[in-house]
């Protein structure tokens, strides 16, 4: 018996060495692979390629613990099978005294626009108020290095689903019930998405106020989107098997420890009842819209 106790540690013990060898060599083909891409962006010069004209704005926001890693995010989004017109960063007001210099590389393609601090609403309550109906307003998360076709796909199923709020992977929250798009990528309806037909949409008193809570944003689109009654459309339905097969996650570390905290750092524990009042909140808005209609 105690042999096979000390066989089973063993085996234990050979098993966790594996998992330790097998992370540190992850680790290490991340850095050289961020390394390589770093040298390489930097070195590029973005200006001297040739942009085609559309009306493609992708609108996205960061914060400290990411800014310095952002310029990867950038990089893949220009060599995009369709490269969009410009890119807009929105920034929080007066919380950068200086910038990373390498953004200076992408020259009059990149925008960065410093506006109210809305947390993560900022990747597109600003820009949705700044386009016009005809133009493609995408909106994406910031740590993520993009497939080629990204865009490409997106704009595809937009063509195909003219009312449909469009986005590259959708999910459904088994918590509330709700379908919901993700933030690595939204095509906008902006025919219902704007200032004049929704404007308690845009509203801080109501997404973050009312709610305490600042980063919820994939929540208040989706329980708006069912209020609206307007369909969701996802390039790839399966969120896990797509996000891990299309994308590539920069470093986040701290946001990760923060949605994992067992306190009340937990933003995890947070989100849970924002969209239970952010629920509350859209189908009062829309009983009312009703009432007045």
Known sequence: M??????????????????RAQKK???????????????RILTTDYGAQKILQNDIIVS????RDRIDYIHYMLDSLFFQTIRPQEVRLYLTQGEYQ???????NFGSWLKIIEVEDLGTFKKFIPALQ????????ISLDDDLIYPPDFIKKLVDLKARHQDSMITYLAWQNSNHGFASVAGCGILWNLDVFNTEANPDFFKKELFIDAVGYRNNDDAWIGIYCQGLGVDIKAVYED????YLNNFLPLPSE????????PSELNIASYAYKAEARMLEIVKELMEKKHKIG
Do not use: W
């Not at 200086?98 to 200076?104: A, Y």
């Open 2 to 19: 105690f042999s096979k106790f000390r066989r089973l540690a063993y085996y234990g013990r050979m098993f966790l060495e594996n998992v």
């Open 130 to 137: 700044d386009v016009s109906r005809h133009q493609t307003l």
């Open 239 to 242: 969120y896990d098997e797509a």
């Open 25 to 39: 060599q992850m680790r290490h083909a991340e850095s050289r692979f961020l390394y390589e891409a770093n040298r």
């Open 98 to 104: 200086s910038l990373p210099l390498v953004f200076e």
């Open 60 to 63: 996205c926001t960061t914060h």
């Open 254 to 261: 701290r946001l990760h420890a923060i949605s994992t905290a």
